[in-house]
């Protein structure tokens, strides 16, 4: 099972691309630090300092402007595929699909939860790029 979250950003691929891609710029609208710039084969760390909570993910693969795959552990692997599609040149939708969910009944909760945090994510992106706000990121809570 995946799921799939999509949004439209206000923005050349290249821009969000770098804004995942590019450790000065993740803090701004996702975690608050990755260890390094993203390429494939790499580990890269990345931390969430308001929940004292990191994890890594391996980079799979990278297409500049196009896509970025990683793959994460939630005791299973999963697969993470960004992909960016310009509508023009000021217009990108940005699509990200989660692979590696369970298929039964017991993944739906997780598989909700997810799909939470990536319209979370892709909204504190278009956020972040479009008007320059940082202050969304690590404001979502969980009870």
Known sequence: MNNR????I????????????????????WF??????????????????EYNAEGEITVKEIVNDKRIAFEWDY???????FTFTEVDEFKTIVEVV???FADDKE?????????EGWVYMLTCLKGYLEHGITSLRAALVHE
């Open 5 to 8: 979250t999509k949004i439209l």
């Open 10 to 29: 206000a923005k050349p691929a290249k821009e969000i691309f770098e804004a995942i891609v590019d450790p000065t710029q993740i803090g701004n609208f």
């Open 32 to 49: 608050s630090s990755s260890s390094e710039r993203w390429s494939a084969g790499k580990t890269i760390k990345l931390r969430y300092e």
């Open 75 to 81: 005791g299973t692997i999963h697969l993470v595929t």
């Open 98 to 100: 989660e692979d590696g």
């Open 107 to 115: 993944a739906i909760p997780m598989l909700v939860g997810n799909k």
